[in-house]
């Protein structure tokens, strides 16, 4: 059955079946693979997560470990440990097993650019979460304009993740601002 846009793309239909969609989207994961063999991009949620991580390492100075580790994905170049989020929806997730030592938020948009949320300390982004209850799923859910405002008016410029030079993040949507 053919599948159809969204209201607001174009009306015209998209003939792709959902089997042929899954074989393109694991032809370009495989590609993915082959790019950026620390991360597996699977179609199980992760996808988002490992595209985030890989634009984040681009961008800012930072090292992503070769492994899955346990509580952070990177480390800066002056030494700090850093969880890496990324979303193409309203929310972030935050830990509840954990703090991390930074945390980097990042909206990623369809046109694979992305918006800084939160570059800081993690014990600053934990303050979204601080007072709720542990979830199941380990992971707490925070509005990017809870976390936007946090990081504009409680993250110190120094303690920021440093961009890699020539690097630039596009800014965030208005309409995620409210």
Do not use: W
Request: net charge positive.
């Amino acid at each position: 059955m053919p599948m159809r846009r969204r209201a607001g793309q174009s009306s015209r239909k998209v003939d792709i079946s959902i089997p042929e969609a899954v074989r393109q989207m694991l032809a370009i994961v495989g590609r993915l693979r082959q790019a950026h063999p620390k991360k597996r991009f699977t179609l199980d949620g992760r996808l988002v997560g490992d595209i985030g991580e890989i634009l984040a390492e681009a961008a800012y100075q930072l090292k992503l470990f070769e492994d899955l580790q346990k509580h952070h994905d990177a480390r800066t170049a002056d030494g700090r440990l850093v969880q890496i989020k990324a979303t193409m929806q309203r929310s972030l997730t935050f830990p509840v097993d954990h703090i991390p030592e930074c945390y980097l938020g990042i909206l990623v948009h369809p046109d694979g650019t992305f918006s800084e949320i939160f570059n800081g300390p993690g014990i600053v982004a934990h303050r979204a979460v601080q007072k709720r209850r542990p979830t199941k799923t380990n992971l707490h859910s925070v509005r990017i304009s809870t976390l936007l405002k946090l990081n504009r008016q409680e993250v110190d410029p120094g303690a920021r993740i440093a961009l890699r030079p020539g690097s630039a993040v596009r800014p965030v949507p208005a309409r995620e601002v409210r």
